[in-house]
């Protein structure tokens, strides 16, 4: 059973940077791609980013394109979210993910193991 865990969170202040970790319990992990998706108050799930096992591939939603880089360390079976230049609107719950396959996915349902979630919170 594969357990992953968020941490990271906090408030910060807008245009601030936030870095979340996400360790995992399986070094299965390793091999797997992983994604962030964040929820805010009232809204449905979002895609954030995605990286391959590798770590040679990486997607990003449009909306943190160019802010937001995401990273991983196998040798520590970790995902990062490096997270700069925060707005109000990136205020949500973020939630770490993983899926037992090299290609990253950008859909929720395309992930098998889901972190319990970490709060940012960004204030104007």
């Known amino acids: 059973q594969v357990q992953l865990v968020e941490s990271g969170g906090g408030l910060v202040q807008a245009g601030g940077s936030l870095r979340l970790s996400c360790a995992a319990s399986?070094?299965?992990?390793?091999?797997?791609?992983m994604g962030w998706f964040r929820q805010a108050p009232g809204k449905e799930r979002e895609f954030v980013a995605a990286?391959?096992?590798?770590?040679?591939?990486?997607y990003y939603g449009d909306s943190v394109k160019g802010r937001f880089t995401i990273s991983r360390d196998n040798a520590k079976i970790t995902g990062s979210l490096e997270m700069n230049s925060l707005r109000p609107e990136d205020t949500a719950v973020y939630y770490c993910?993983?899926?037992?396959?090299?290609?990253?996915?950008?859909?929720?349902?395309?992930?098998?193991?889901w972190g319990q979630g970490t709060q940012v919170t960004v204030s104007p």
């Open positions: 990286i391959s096992p590798s770590g040679a591939l990486t």
């Open positions: 399986s070094r299965t992990v390793s091999n797997y791609a």
């Open positions: 993910a993983a899926r037992p396959l090299s290609v990253p996915g950008t859909r929720q349902n395309e992930y098998n193991y």
